[in-house]
Every structure is written in C-alpha cells, then in structure tokens.
C-alpha cells in the first residue's frame, strides 16, 4: 500500500491510497478497523472475462437511470469492465459507470454504493 494524495480542506482531511490488489484493500480495511466498507471481495476484469468467471450472468441490471438492461447487451460490449463486489461500500471506477444490479445506488458518474448483502455488478467503459 502506499499513499497517492492527502488533502486537507474546510476541515475535512481526504487520502487516497493504492493498494497492491484488492485483497490488500480487504485486509487493511479490516485490521485499521475501517468500517466505511463491509467488503469481502473484490474483483474487476473485461466484461468477455467477466462472463468466463460467472459475473453478469445472474445479475438484474439497470443503466443510471434505473430503465432495466438486459444481461446480452451488456456482454455483447467487448470494450466495457465489470466490477464484482461482495459486500458494501463506495467504489470509484476509471471510466463511466453504465449499468450495475438492482440495488446498487449511483452517487455520480464515476461513483456507486454497493449494499452490504450480496453481490454487486458494476460495468463502466
């Protein structure tokens, strides 16, 4: 792990940290006692490997506006990434959030809140 930006402004400190794999984020979570994530797993890949390690496949999706998706036209999109995320919290992702699972709440366009319970879907370009 190892610190990319700390900021402090109007009283509010922000850092930003890069970890090695997203089983670092997990680990570092759980032993600083950082409870603003309750993930238990994380992982991203293109969409066509997505669909080879079963994300995409038994999930519900919706595009930002919340109009139902279906999963073919999703997989279909060879450019796109899909996040998996077990568990709860806020993930950024590189690129534009498209489509996620029901019960994945955009906070922006780049942003999204995943429930604690189950797995999320998230596919960004």
Not at 52 to 75: H, P
Request: hydrophobic share 35%.
């Amino acid at each position: 792990m190892s610190l990319v930006s700390c900021t402090l402004q109007d009283g509010v400190a922000s850092s930003v940290f890069k970890y090695s794999s997203a089983d670092d984020l997990i680990q570092f979570s759980r032993e600083s006692g950082d409870d603003s994530n309750s993930f238990t797993f994380l992982d991203t890949a293109a969409v066509s490997d997505g669909v080879v390690k079963g994300y995409i496949v038994d999930g519900t999706f919706v595009d930002a506006s919340g109009a139902a998706v279906k999963n073919e036209d999703i997989t279909k999109q060879s450019r796109l990434r899909v996040i998996c995320a077990q568990g709860g919290g806020i993930i950024q992702t590189e690129g534009k959030v498209l489509y996620m699972t029901e019960g994945v709440t955009p906070v922006d366009e780049f942003t999204v809140s995943t429930p604690d319970e189950g797995k999320s879907y998230i596919i960004f370009k």
